[in-house]
């Protein structure tokens, strides 16, 4: 088990749970192999759910819990805690290493209030994770972004799975010199946070609040930055009806030259049909 003097309350917390996770995950996956891809996928995300929950109901825990499977309250939801059991439970399925589980601790029912975040590859056991105000940690070292890099020579993922918007990013993908598609959005942003790569884009507006929020925390106390929806470190409701548009980055400069690739327009657009939608 990962050991680390900085590691305070809530983070050992999300250890626990990740951990449990995992391990309840591998179990399915010697022991099921065999199922069909849609059934191993609805397997392994009830069993990672439920890993979760009876950690926190034996650690006693004080939570509304909001997950991609559910939501819940144990105890008398005393913070405020969004979880994707499994990201990139398709990947997982196929025998693709990209897949994570993701939780984040909140005081309040937004991302501002995050206290402490990890982020679990559930095929090797690597935790990014951070504890606010104590940057950012891969496993007991500490991580922070790549230098700054131009677009042209920045490696960049970017999602473009399920009806995205591919022509608001013609001319940066025109542009870019190496481009990544990894299909575990949380994933993609700790490897921003750690230098792995220098931007991920998400713009297809399907992204959710529980699939993103542990790993921008953790980009963020790297020091990377992002923009929400059009608006720089914007600020996002822990639910899980909640949709964004992202851009990562590790610098100012590449973030500032992806925007400008991308348009201003376009952000706005997408900003007047998100305030419509929610009228």
């Known amino acids: 088990m990962f050991q680390s003097d900085v590691k305070g309350e809530q983070a050992s917390i999300l250890f ?30 009830l069993s990672a759910h439920n890993a979760i929950r009876e950690t926190l109901s034996n650690l006693g825990a004080s939570m509304n819990v909001v ?27 196929r025998g693709v290493g990209y897949a994570t589980t993701s939780i984040a601790i909140s ?15 559930l095929n090797s056991g690597l935790a990014y994770w951070a504890e606010r105000g104590k940057g950012a940690w891969l496993g007991d070292s500490r991580i922070k972004p790549s230098g700054p890099a131009g677009v042209k020579d920045a490696m960049i993922s970017i999602d473009i799975s399920k009806g995205s918007y591919l022509r608001s990013l013609e001319r940066l993908i025109y542009k870019a010199g190496h481009l990544r598609q990894l299909g575990c959005a949380s994933i993609s942003l700790c490897h921003v946070a750690s230098g792995r790569i220098d ?64 348009g201003e327009r376009q952000g706005f657009a997408f900003r007047e049909a998100t305030k419509t939608r929610e009228l």
């Not at 980055?249 to 500032?256: I, M, R, V």
């Open 107 to 121: 005081e309040t029912p937004y991302l501002s209030g995050t206290l402490a975040a990890i982020v679990m590859e």
């Open 16 to 45: 626990e749970a990740a951990e449990n996770v995992r391990r309840s995950v591998l179990d399915v996956l010697r022991e099921r192999r065999d199922l069909e891809v849609k059934e191993l996928k609805r397997v392994l995300d």
């Open 199 to 262: 931007a991920h884009i998400d713009y297809r507006g399907a992204l959710r609040a529980t699939d993103a929020a542990a790993a921008l925390f953790i980009l963020k106390e790297a020091g990377g930055v992002y923009i929400i929806d059009g608006a720089m470190d914007n600020d996002l409701m822990l639910s899980r009806g909640s949709r964004l548009r992202l851009v990562a980055a590790s610098s100012q400069g590449l973030l500032d030259e992806i925007m400008s690739l991308i």
């Open 67 to 93: 997950s991609e499977e559910g939501e819940y309250t144990l105890g008398g939801g005393e913070a405020h805690l969004i979880v994707d059991p499994i990201d990139g439970t398709t990947n997982l399925a």
